[in-house]
């Protein structure tokens, strides 16, 4: 399979040479992977601290207001069928700037919003360059590491989601005092904006000129559609999306449960949430990257993971539970 994998990416970079995989190398290429989807996912985090207020300047109810979250992740799900086969044809570092450039117009959209059609409107293109970098960036690290180095910076980089989760929220809290998310979401635009020339400058070029790009659109998505037949696939992925589904659901519900359980500010339980999200992106990721690379089998860590899952929570939600123990259990 590494054979493959090899000589597929020797093939595809054959008018520029593949990255050197040295550990210095390694950390700015999985930088420039991490930041930029990190960045991109602090949409639905500067979001959700002002649902309430949201509610209230556009007419609509909370249940509105998360499907408008929802549709954030709508162009994920498309583009992680299909999306392989686009970064093929057109290239990681193109495909890398067009993302990050769509999302900062989906919160600049965002944040001129009057209407829930409006907001809905702008989630979707955000959503979009989303899941443009949720592509291209482990397409980035795939194309450029190998072995252990290739491992780690994999797993570093599947902390992406609660990191900038994370790190909206904290962006947010400044401009709840105000009800200021217009303001919020227009700094931002402002992060994503000051991305770009760094991404330009320091982005590697690789070659996209490989047999599957020349392929027809037809024939690319038919190859593309058929992986959903195998059932190794759809196992994998129902395992990997399971998990995923309630941590996400319970981190866009928890900062209005704290704050109205535990009579808290909108503020402090964003702070509260966000602190847990970048200490379990520390301890997770570090060791998870750590054990695949040994070789720790895969079954194993999804066991433990669901076991420390339904733990976590069970403390979370239960309603003797303190600040200090959710944020614990959010951590976990």
């Known amino acids: 399979g590494k054979a493959k994998v ?22 700015v290429l999985t930088a420039l992977a991490y930041l930029p989807t990190v960045f991109c996912m602090m949409t639905v985090g500067v979001i959700v601290p002002f649902i309430d207020v949201l509610g209230a300047e556009l007419a609509a109810s909370r249940a509105q207001l998360g499907l408008s979250i929802a549709l954030f992740s709508m162009p994920t799900a498309i583009l992680a069928t299909a999306g392989g086969a686009l970064i093929d044809r057109y290239g990681v570092r193109r495909s890398m700037l067009f993302a990050v450039a769509t ?27 989303f899941g443009g970098t949720c592509v291209s960036a482990p397409s980035l690290l795939i194309r450029t590491l190998t072995g252990p180095i290739r491992t780690r910076a994999m797993a570093f980089w599947s902390t992406f989601a609660p990191t ?31 991305v770009l020339p760094a991404l330009v400058w320091l982005l590697p070029r690789t070659a996209t000129g490989t047999a599957t790009s020349r392929d027809s659109l037809r024939h690319t998505f038919s190859r593309m559609l058929s992986i959903i037949r195998e059932p190794r696939v759809l196992r994998l992925g129902i395992a990997v999306a399971l998990p995923n589904a309630v941590s996400y659901g319970t981190s866009l519900a928890i900062p209005s449960y704290l704050a109205r359980v535990h ?7 964003s702070a509260a949430v966000a602190g847990a999200k970048i200490a379990a992106m520390i301890i997770g990721g570090l060791s998870m990257g750590y054990l695949l690379s040994r070789a720790v089998s895969a079954g194993l860590l999804f066991g433990t993971m669901v076991a420390i899952g339904v733990l976590a929570q069970t403390l979370l939600f239960l309603p003797s539970s303190g600040v200090a123990l959710a944020t614990a259990a959010l951590i976990l």
Not at 13 to 26: E, F, I, L, Y
Not at 119 to 129: K, N, R, V
Request: proline fraction near 2%; aromatic fraction near 4%.
């Open 103 to 129: 999302s900062s117009l989906g919160s600049l959209l965002a944040s001129r919003a009057h209407s829930l059609l409006a907001l809905d409107c702008a989630m979707l293109i955000s959503g979009a360059g």
């Open 164 to 194: 900038g989760y994370a790190a909206g929220l904290l962006l947010a809290v400044p401009f709840t005092a105000h009800d200021a998310w217009h303001v919020a979401l227009r700094v931002h635009v402002a992060i994503l904006l000051a």
């Open 6 to 27: 090899m000589s597929s990416s020797t093939a595809a970079s054959d008018r520029k040479p593949m990255v050197a995989a040295g550990t210095s190398n390694a950390l």
């Open 263 to 269: 009579h808290l500010t909108i503020a402090t339980s």
